[in-house]
């Protein structure tokens, strides 16, 4: 058997990880300018989920047609998150510059628990916001229940998260290896979850539909 057969099952599996990589460098790229950051998110996870699902799209076309459609409230709800962690990133500044006391260290425990939960909920926004035509109230209040419910899975992706974060900053040397790797894995990751969690939602609609108690 060839390995490098064009139509063998190890060169589909190399295209589709390298389609990852790419998707996650331009998803990366399209990051750079901030404001833009809620649009690219939401347009790579558009392709990543249509990729799970084995549509296997080309990357450029659907990618650029979801962020264009969904820039505006993308940007709008990416800017409500980026505050909610800036707010909570001046508290945990202050905390820390104080003495330690019993209730400067109930008062920490409590911003490192905030923040663990709206990172939480941030991994399921531009997801949700992908797949369906929602108000960011709606994506909101569904994303809430998503990390509560998938709480062991949203840790690996919080690690992962936090991972990637630490060896940008201390172990710089690999910078271009994470820079490929991680945003790749994370789509993945995070699209695979999704997919699984909105398929179930699909037919939890479909059985309820006659009584309008679906959440999506």
């Given at each position: 058997?060839?390995?490098?057969?064009?139509?063998?099952?190890?060169?589909?599996?190399?295209?589709?990880?390298?389609?990852?990589?790419?998707?996650?460098?331009?998803?990366?790229?399209?990051?750079?300018?901030?404001?833009?950051a809620g649009a690219s998110m939401t347009a790579a996870f558009f392709v990543a989920m249509k990729m799970i699902r084995g549509e296997a799209p080309?990357?450029?076309?659907?990618?650029?047609?979801?962020?264009?459609?969904?820039?505006?409230?993308?940007?709008?709800?990416?800017?409500?998150?980026?505050?909610?962690?800036?707010?909570?990133?001046?508290?945990?500044?202050?905390?820390?510059?104080?003495?330690?006391?019993?209730?400067?260290?109930?008062?920490?425990?409590?911003?490192?628990?905030?923040?663990?939960?709206?990172?939480?909920?941030?991994?399921?926004?531009?997801?949700?916001?992908?797949?369906?035509?929602?108000?960011?109230?709606?994506?909101?209040?569904?994303?809430?229940?998503?990390?509560?419910?998938?709480?062991?899975?949203?840790?690996?992706?919080?690690?992962?998260?936090?991972?990637?974060?630490?060896l940008c900053d201390y172990v710089y040397e690999g910078l271009p290896f994470y820079i490929c790797v991680f945003p790749a894995i994370m789509l993945y990751y995070?699209?695979?979850?999704?997919?699984?969690?909105?398929?179930?939602?699909?037919?939890?609609?479909?059985?309820?539909?006659?009584?309008?108690?679906?959440?999506?």
């Open positions: 058997m060839n390995l490098f057969d064009p139509n063998g099952k190890f060169m589909e599996i190399w295209n589709t990880v390298f389609d990852y990589f790419k998707l996650g460098l331009l998803c990366m790229l399209l990051c750079l300018p901030v404001i833009t080309a990357i450029w076309k659907p990618y650029w047609s979801s962020f264009k459609q969904n820039f505006k409230q993308a940007t709008a709800l990416w800017l409500m998150i980026l505050a909610v962690f800036a707010l909570l990133g001046m508290d945990w500044y202050l905390v820390m510059q104080m003495e330690s006391t019993v209730v400067n260290r109930i008062v920490r425990a409590g911003t490192f628990i905030a923040v663990l939960i709206i990172a939480m909920i941030f991994i399921y926004l531009f997801p949700l916001l992908a797949r369906y035509q929602l108000t960011n109230r709606e994506i909101m209040k569904n994303a809430v229940i998503f990390a509560i419910l998938n709480f062991p899975k949203n840790l690996v992706a919080i690690v992962l998260m936090i991972l990637f974060g630490f995070v699209g695979k979850i999704s997919v699984t969690i909105f398929n179930k939602k699909i037919e939890q609609r479909e059985g309820e539909m006659n009584d309008g108690k679906s959440n999506l």
